[in-house]
Structures are given as structure tokens and as C-alpha cells.
């Protein structure tokens, strides 16, 4: 697969916005909820992975069952970055890399109509995600 400069500056831009709408949409009904870190481990030098557990702190849903988040996390100098992140033991990049795997496959590996389906994902999302949280 090939692809001009443009047509990847243009995908890495939907990608971001895509990305964003995905975590927006797959968080945002945890709002209130608290992320617990319960450990970390050292992958290979300067790549980590954080394991947390999602839970009603409230105590307002006791029928939510604590749900397991991990991070793979980047350190470069002092800046860390989050790379992908495990809900229950799903990657989302494996898991989005293989969608769009089939997509490119199904579209003739065109780089552009992947990027126009990631903007057309993304805009349903946040049709359809809950309003940003409101600061206290």
C-alpha cells in the first residue's frame, strides 16, 4: 500500500479526530466513576504498561461490576504518552487496525476513502456521545 504525503497527513488528521470520538464515546458513560492504578510493568526500556480498575466510587451503581483498563504508555525524556488502552482485554489499536485492514481491502487500499470513513465515524460518535463533563 502506497500513499502521497498529503493523503497521509490527511488520514493522521481524521485518524486523531476518530480516536478522540471513540474514547469520548466509550468513556463517557463511566463519568463519576474513579480509574484506580493497581500496578505497572516495564515492557521493554521506556515502554510500560499501567493496569487500573474502573469503579463506581459513589457507591450510587452497586450493580456495576469493576472494569479493568490498562495503558501501554510511552516515555520519551520526561514526556509519557498513552499509546492504546485495554478495556477488558481489548486493545482498541488491534482492534481498529483490523477494521481498517478490512476496510482498505474492501476500498481498493485507498487511503482517502479510509480517511473519509474515519471522519464519517467519528461525526456519528459525537452525535451520539454524552455532553463533556461540566467542572465542579
Known amino acids: 500500500r502506497t500513499a502521497a504525503p498529503a493523503e497521509l497527513d490527511d488520514f493522521a488528521n481524521a485518524f486523531r479526530d476518530y480516536a478522540v470520538a471513540v474514547y469520548e464515546s466509550r468513556l463517557g458513560g463511566y463519568s463519576g466513576q474513579t480509574l484506580k492504578v493497581t500496578?505497572?510493568?516495564?515492557?521493554?526500556?521506556?515502554?510500560?504498561?499501567?493496569?487500573t480498575v474502573l469503579a463506581d466510587s459513589s457507591g450510587n451503581s452497586?450493580?456495576?461490576q469493576p472494569i479493568q483498563v490498562d495503558f501501554r504508555i510511552?516515555?520519551?525524556?520526561?514526556?509519557?504518552?498513552?499509546?492504546?488502552?485495554?478495556?477488558?482485554?481489548?486493545?482498541?489499536?488491534?482492534?481498529?487496525?483490523?477494521?481498517f485492514t478490512a476496510f482498505?481491502?474492501?476500498?481498493?487500499?485507498?487511503?482517502?476513502?479510509?480517511?473519509?470513513?474515519?471522519?464519517?465515524?467519528?461525526?456519528r460518535l459525537q452525535n451520539t456521545a454524552p455532553p463533556p463533563l461540566k467542572p465542579k
Open 39 to 51: 500496578g505497572s510493568a516495564e515492557r521493554a526500556p521506556n515502554d510500560y504498561i499501567v493496569t
Open 62 to 64: 452497586p450493580d456495576k
Open 74 to 99: 510511552d516515555k520519551d525524556g520526561s514526556k509519557f504518552t498513552v499509546l492504546d488502552a485495554s478495556v477488558v482485554g481489548v486493545w482498541l489499536a488491534i482492534e481498529e487496525r483490523d477494521q
Open 104 to 123: 482498505l481491502a474492501q476500498h481498493n487500499d485507498s487511503v482517502p476513502a479510509l480517511s473519509a470513513h474515519l471522519r464519517e465515524l467519528a461525526a
